[in-house]
Antibody, heavy 116, light 108 residues
Framework: EVQLVESGGGLVQPGGSLRLSCAAS????????MSWVRQAPGKGLEWVSV???????FYADSVKGRFTISRDNSENTLSLQMNSLRVDDTAMYYC??????????WGRGSLVTVSS | DIQMTQSPSSLSASVGDRVTITCQAS??????LNWYQQKPGKAPKLLIY???TLETGVPSRFSGSGSGTDFTCTISSLQPEDVATYYC??????????FGQGTKVEIK
């Protein structure tokens, strides 16, 4: 079965760090364009970051310099290292596969809450 | 940055009604437009890509049209299982993807 499963979310204080993981089955992470998309409570969708098969990475302005996307080819996982977290980073974080401009495969999400 | 504006923000319609959601881009994006359905507590699901191509498995009552700056997503006959929030998304200026703010569809 093709699926993405996120983990690593939780409660963290402002200024803290958290690392999200996305375990893939049925697809090879390193051969796909993999993104993180987030959704603040009761709000819309916001693209966060992407990693290309060649290793290039890109970020939304709102997280640039604080978040780092990476992958582990041996584990077939995608990760998002989040530093200097702010209250407005509170959201459900989804990993998703991007295919020719559209996101065709999504995980169930991992909730990150930034609060003191 | 390309901004995406959806209207209405919410709507209520009866089962069997024809429902139309619109999405306007702040600049010409050709047909670089996708639509997603998100049910409460679930991840988004791709409905339509490249403005008008139905994703495999999506019921034929869903359709998409438009190009340039103006796009529509239509449900020809609203069903109870269509209750969800619908989002448009542009991919004209990758590697940046932008979503509309969403349209919540409810049953009257």
């Amino acid at each position: 079965e093709v699926q993405l499963v996120e983990s690593g979310g939780g409660l963290v204080q402002p200024g803290g760090s958290l690392r999200l993981s996305c375990a893939a089955s049925g697809i090879i992470v390193s051969r796909n364009y993999m993104s993180w998309v987030r959704q603040a409570p009761g709000k819309g969708l916001e693209w966060v970051s992407v990693i290309y098969p060649g290793g290039s990475t890109f970020y939304a302005d709102s997280v640039k310099g604080r978040f780092t996307i990476s992958r582990d080819n041996s584990e077939n996982t995608l990760s998002l290292q989040m530093n200097s977290l702010r209250v407005d980073d509170t959201a459900m974080y989804y990993c998703a596969r991007e295919l020719a401009g559209h996101f065709d495969l999504w995980g169930r999400g991992s909730l990150v809450t930034v609060s003191s | 940055d390309i901004q995406m504006t959806q209207s209405p923000s919410s709507l209520s319609a009866s089962v069997g009604d024809r429902v139309t959601i619109t999405c306007q881009a702040s600049q010409d994006i050709s047909n670089s437009l996708n639509w997603y359905q998100q049910k409460p507590g679930k991840a988004p699901k791709l409905l339509i890509y490249d403005a008008s191509t139905l994703e495999t498995g999506v019921p034929s009552r869903f359709s998409g049209s438009g190009s340039g700056t103006d796009f529509t997503c239509t449900i020809s006959s609203l069903q109870p299982e269509d209750v969800a929030t619908y989002y448009c998304q542009q991919f004209d200026n990758v590697p940046t993807w932008t979503f509309g703010q969403g349209t919540k569809v409810e049953i009257k």
